[in-house]
């Protein structure tokens, strides 16, 4: 039997709230750490900082939004739960790929081509990781997609995404700054909220009910870490001066 009656806001328009925040946070974090590392003369210190980056946007920008928004996913009538490891998963992926295309434009010479190669490349990483990690969801039924709204999806996360990054190379100003963290929070958000809206679920109720974790089982361990990460962040961000990261490792 199908069903387009999946819910997204099951506890409310806070979840909305909640996970645009989290966007913005990690993006914000994101950006200033790829601004310290285009400015560092050594190439040691642009990949610690660019490694930091993938962590704020792949981490908290990107994989926390996306759990956070899952938090108001709700299939009438079903219990949901979830693979652990494929979540997990998941969030390396985002990191992985935002890491990938933030050296695009850290670790070399600023071209237009690898700024959109950049946005692409991490606009699709944001992309992936929404799909990956709803292949995690475990009911009894299926899920399936709208190949237009996925392909929406996809194209919101890679403009945006570019975008962020154009502000945060181009215009360096504070302002500049806080657009960018606003834009890539755009894309995380509009990106998830756009590809939920493409989730066609259909129940098979001769399924055997599924084995997994139920997102509320992750909720501690997940908060714990991603905490550990933001305040690891911030930390490194005001503490750590441009000439003692500039050194030689």
């Not at 506890?11 to 560092?40: D, K, N, W």
């Not at 996306?66 to 969030?91: C, N, Q, R, W």
């Not at 500049?176 to 989730?199: I, W």
């Amino acid at each position: 039997m199908n069903h387009d009656v999946s819910q997204h806001f099951s506890a409310g328009l806070s979840t909305l709230a909640i996970a645009y925040v989290i966007a913005v946070i990690g993006s914000l974090l994101g950006l200033a750490c790829m601004a310290r590392a285009r400015t560092e003369r050594h190439r040691a210190a642009k990949i610690r900082w660019t490694v930091l980056g993938a962590f704020a946007i792949g981490g908290i920008a990107i994989w926390l939004m996306h759990f956070v928004a899952m938090l108001g996913f709700e299939i009438p009538d079903a219990t949901i739960k979830y693979s652990a490891p494929l979540t997990a998963l998941s969030a390396v992926v985002a990191i992985g790929v935002v890491g990938a295309g933030l050296s695009l434009v850290t670790l070399a010479r600023f071209t237009k081509p690898r700024l959109l190669l950049a946005g692409g490349l991490t606009g699709l990483g944001v992309a992936g990781m929404h799909y990956l990690g709803m292949s995690a969801i475990r009911f009894k039924g299926e899920i399936s997609y709208d190949p237009a709204l996925v392909a929406a999806s996809g194209a919101i996360a890679v403009v945006a995404a570019t975008a962020a990054f154009w502000f945060t190379l181009v215009v360096r100003t504070p302002a500049a700054a806080v657009a960018a963290g606003l834009t890539m929070g755009v894309a995380v958000t509009g990106m998830h909220y756009t590809g939920m809206a493409a989730v066609r679920v259909t129940h098979r109720e001769a399924i055997v009910a599924p084995d997994g974790t139920t997102v509320f089982d992750l909720v501690f361990p997940v908060f714990v870490i991603s905490g550990l990460v933001v305040a690891a962040l911030l930390w490194v961000l005001f503490t750590t001066g441009d000439d003692a990261v500039g050194e030689p490792a």
